[in-house]
């Protein structure tokens, strides 16, 4: 069997977690030697072209006056049968289960109908299995998507459990954890000052998001405002979404504004991630909680709540501090008790940074590499 790959790997380009771990997948998988071709409505935000092993197909959708609603679904997989083909790829990989995993599937029963076996790895990152799972609507297409994919992964146990739970799985599910590239992590590497921030005695909190509403972005606004009364802080607000109009009325209504700092969507939030000294995450769900391993990986302790696999992730009174939902006093009181006793954040900090590393790249790649090599040998058996 030859080592090196043609993989195809579709994502969302979009602000969040799973695109951005597609994205970094596919650049290790060619910095390995694979070749990659990515499948999207738009080229992912963290993704530069420029290697000579790596493709971006755009899934281009027509404006077709008959479709009040654009199937977009349809021309996905059209695009994933026309790659296969034409790419001579050897798998697909697709994160994400609506539309991506369900519209991969399609397009193996099609190119079946050429002969051609595809075998489909689909990655479940969070809300396809927690929020969209959970309509009723979706479900039966969810389930056969999982069934249908050649080998199916989970971002934490915690999902692989909730998928398990929700869904008649006949599939097994793998846990592969969500990881990070250690070397964009360079402390003495980063250009951004914190000056720029917050002054030399103030402290410097920091929200990454999309701003949807299971982020509760107001929690964080309100564990600010707790902490801002007994310590001297600024609060940065990273990202873009949903909710982000409102909190910034929130901040306004509580005379935060000159305290508050909205960023927008940043490329490189580890930029900002390694001049904070404590990260937020309020959120009611989240699989995994990508960006609170970021932050760990900066030395950045993290305030969270306890939802679903963050606490596989921040190491409650180790890495940070873990709250149940809406505890935002709890939070206040945890930023707090951390940001007053040097000692204590120093060790947190040193804590934070060591349990980032077993989530490297170096760790995490093998393990996608091996089920791609098992399922193109298995291919080549048949
Ligand atoms: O969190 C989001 O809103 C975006 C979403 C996504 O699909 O990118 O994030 C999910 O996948 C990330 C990568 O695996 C996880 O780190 C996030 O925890 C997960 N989000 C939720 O479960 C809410």
């Known amino acids: 069997m030859q080592d090196n790959l043609r993989i195809g790997i579709v994502c969302y380009p979009t602000y969040g977690g799973s695109g951005v771990i597609a994205t970094e997948l596919g650049i290790a998988l060619a910095n390995l030697g694979h070749q990659v071709h990515f499948i999207s409505y738009d080229k992912p935000f963290r993704l530069d072209l420029l290697s000579a092993k790596i493709f971006y197909h755009e899934v281009t959708i027509p404006d077709y006056p008959l479709f009040e609603y654009t199937p977009y679904e349809l021309n996905l997989t059209s695009k994933l049968v026309d790659v296969a083909i034409n790419e001579k790829l050897d798998l697909l990989h697709v994160h994400y289960a609506i539309p991506h995993a369900s519209a991969a599937v399609n397009a193996k029963k099609i190119l079946e109908t050429y002969g051609i076996d595809l075998p489909i790895v689909t990655t479940l990152h969070g809300t396809d299995i927690t929020l969209l799972g959970k ?3 979706f479900k039966p297409v969810i389930e056969y998507a999982i069934n249908m ?3 199916v992964t989970a971002v934490s146990e915690s999902l692989r459990s909730e998928t398990l739970e929700h869904f008649n799985v006949k599939n097994h599910i793998v846990t592969i954890p969500n990881f990070i590239d250690l070397s964009l992590y360079d402390i003495k590497k980063n250009n951004l000052h914190r000056s720029n921030y917050a002054k030399i005695d103030e402290v410097l909190i920091t929200h990454v998001s999309n701003f949807r509403k299971v982020k509760r972005v107001y929690d964080v606004i309100e564990i600010f405002e707790k902490v801002s009364k007994v310590i001297s802080a600024k609060l ?15 901040c306004r209504a509580k005379g935060l504004t000159n305290k ?16 904070s000294d404590v990260f937020v995450l309020p959120s009611s769900t989240e699989s995994f909680g990508l960006v609170a391993l970021e932050a760990m990986a900066c030395a950045t302790p993290v305030i969270s709540t306890n939802s679903g696999g963050i606490s596989e992730v921040n190491i409650d009174g180790k890495t940070g501090f873990l709250s149940d939902v809406g505890d935002v006093s709890k939070m206040a009181n945890d930023t ?28 995490i790649l093998p393990q996608y590499n091996r089920i791609y090599k098992e399922l193109c ?5 048949k």
Do not use: T
């Not at 508050?260 to 001049?275: H, P, Q």
């Open 377 to 381: 040998q298995l291919k080549k058996n």
């Open 260 to 275: 508050v700092k909205f960023l927008g969507k940043l490329r490189d939030v580890e930029k900002v991630l390694i001049i």
């Open 336 to 363: 707090v008790k951390l940001l007053e006793d040097k000692n204590l954040l120093d060790k947190f900090k040193h804590n934070a940074l060591v349990h980032s590393k077993s989530y490297s790249l170096h760790n």
């Open 236 to 250: 940065l607000m990273v990202g873009d979404g949903p909710e982000r109009l409102a909190a910034e009325q929130l």
């Open 135 to 137: 309509d009723k609507s």
């Open 149 to 151: 994919s050649d080998v």
